[in-house]
């Protein structure tokens, strides 16, 4: 009697035939079948092997790289320390020994400056040149460039003199309400907002949100509220609509009369805008246009 082969290298197979109620009950049959789930029991017998075989050598990979790594520190924790020295334990009992000469040393490094570290605590000795609230002069200035913080902390101490010099010379020291109280506010105020010339005043109106105003209704609320009151000036203003627009406007002593003429390159024609006890009409010009 002839037994099943166990072999040395088996293949896995996924599709083991089933037996019908029709078949023969002959010996080649279920052998067969026998025979595929011996090779898949071997098959899966000789991955398991080898997956704790595998596991037993990365386990023993990873031990010997850990003990070589604390061995490494450990030995740069020492770093060659004499053998009085080369524990903790003989580390303290030597501080102990000495406290009067560590407490010198504490206080040393308390007192030196970290150049990497957080240096938001340390103090800093230096002649500082802001000590007047109210400068009467401007101090010149060297650049900033590398070298001792004392020096750097000398010329910043000139630029906060100058700047409060400045302050005292525009002749205020609240600038919050001067546009949005920025400098870049204060200075495109300066140069946008209202340029007066001979009557003559330029006002930018800002922008406008195309999907939510027209035309009409921007001019109607220039002129129900965005300009003063006035009898002799003419004002020249600007604004975006989604295009570039310009707007020549003149206004009466009373708000409820206006005049005003509306242009840009998006237009076909010239807009007359007259606001009469507070009734504002449009009025199209039209004219002959001319390639020239």
């Known amino acids: ?44 017998k000789k991955i398991q092997e080898k997956h704790a075989d595998d ?13 070589g790594y604390t061995d490494t520190k450990i030995g740069q924790l020492i770093n060659g320390a004499p053998e009085t020295l080369d524990t903790i334990k003989e580390v303290a009992d030597a501080i102990l020994e000495n406290e009067t000469i560590i407490e010198a040393l504490n206080e040393a490094i308390g007192k030196k400056l970290n150049k990497d570290g957080d240096i938001s605590d340390t103090t800093v000795a230096f002649t500082s040149e802001d000590t007047d609230e109210s400068p009467t002069l401007w101090k010149d200035i060297g650049r900033i460039v590398s070298g001792k913080l004392k020096e750097i902390l000398n010329r910043v101490s000139i630029m906060s003199n100058n700047l409060k010099y400045l302050r005292k010379l525009c002749g205020t020291t609240d ?33 406008f949100n195309v999907e939510v105003v027209n035309l009409d209704k921007v001019v109607k609320e220039i002129l129900d509220g965005k300009i003063p009151a006035s009898l002799n000036d003419t004002y020249i203003g600007s604004f975006i ?10 206004p009466y002593t009373s708000k ?29 010009i039209h004219g002959e246009k001319t390639v020239i």
């Open 55 to 67: 596991t037993e050598e990365q386990f023993q990979q990873q031990y010997e790289q850990l003990t």
């Open 241 to 250: 609509l989604g295009a570039a627009y310009r707007i020549i406007i003149h």
């Open 1 to 44: 009697m002839a037994n099943f082969e166990i072999p040395e290298n088996p293949k896995y197979t996924e599709e083991i035939r089933k037996f019908d109620i029709t078949d023969s009950a002959h010996a080649e049959l279920f052998n067969g079948v026998i025979q595929a789930l011996i090779n898949n029991e071997t098959f899966l």
């Open 175 to 207: 600038v919050s309400k001067i546009a949005d109280g920025t400098l870049t506010g204060i200075v495109n105020s300066l140069n946008t907002d209202i340029q007066a010339m001979n009557g003559l005043k330029y006002i930018n109106f800002g922008n």
């Open 256 to 284: 409820k009369y206006a005049a005003a003429i509306v242009f840009s390159y998006t237009l076909s024609n010239i807009i007359l805008y007259q606001k009469n006890n507070d009734v504002i009409t449009r009025i199209i």
